[in-house]
């Protein structure tokens, strides 16, 4: 047992991204669980995602609203993290990026959860793509300007990726009403605090430094 336990901390820690890494993992063990076991998966579902009307007596569920997605989210919702998290967490560190992460969730759910209270509106939230909106901006602040290919076939850079990501976040949850929009897109102004301009973190990056020596020292051993 322990021997696999080192096995999947190598593997966390192999690019330096383990809290991208273990997020994309969590979200595909969630989905896995509510498709293959229907019982549990309702339950799970229901206890995870995040129903304003009910938040005080679920409060956890302001963070895990985002574990709660279907097939297409978890696919091309691991595959985004995957890009821009990554990028992150080699920039920042792990830890840095693990908080950020956290409060970007928390911060998006807390603002549903007091939208829907007020407006008297049990719309469900789920779904990793609301953090994922203050995640991709603030990888865009890190170089507005890089290119990517959308959808493998048009360059867009990465401040209008993260412009088109918005877009659609705000529609999804403003056709609901607009301050549920407004809502969605909250993780913006997280990632535009001191932490999200791209700044490299010394202790983050340092840490991710001696880990990387280590294991090149245990490959020289």
Do not use: C
Not at 104 to 125: Q, R, S
């Amino acid at each position: 047992m322990q021997q696999y336990l080192a096995e999947f901390k190598r593997f966390l820690y192999r690019e330096l991204i383990p809290v991208t890494k273990g997020t994309i993992i969590l979200n595909i063990a969630v989905f896995l669980v509510t498709l293959f076991t229907p019982i549990v998966g309702v339950q799970a579902e229901g206890w995870l995602w995040l129903n304003p009307l009910n938040v005080l007596g679920y409060p956890w569920t302001i963070l895990t609203y985002a574990l709660v997605n279907d097939l297409l989210s978890v696919i091309f919702g691991a595959l985004w993290l995957w890009l821009v998290g990554a990028g992150l967490e080699r920039m920042w560190g792990s830890t840095r990026y693990g908080w950020f992460l956290v409060m970007v969730t928390g911060v998006t759910g807390l603002a549903m959860a007091i939208i829907g209270f007020w407006l008297k509106v049990a719309v469900p939230v789920f779904g990793i793509w609301l953090p994922l909106v203050g995640v991709t901006w603030a990888w865009a602040r890190l170089d507005p300007h890089r290119e990517l290919l959308f959808w493998g076939i048009v360059p867009v850079k990465a401040r209008w990726l993260a412009w088109i990501h918005t877009v659609l976040v705000f529609a999804t949850y403003a056709r609901i009403h607009i301050l549920f929009g407004i809502a969605g897109i909250i993780g913006i102004f997280l990632a535009n605090l001191n932490w999200g301009k791209g700044r490299r973190s010394t202790r983050g990056v340092g840490d991710n430094s001696k880990r990387l020596r280590r294991s090149r020292l245990r490959v020289i051993k």
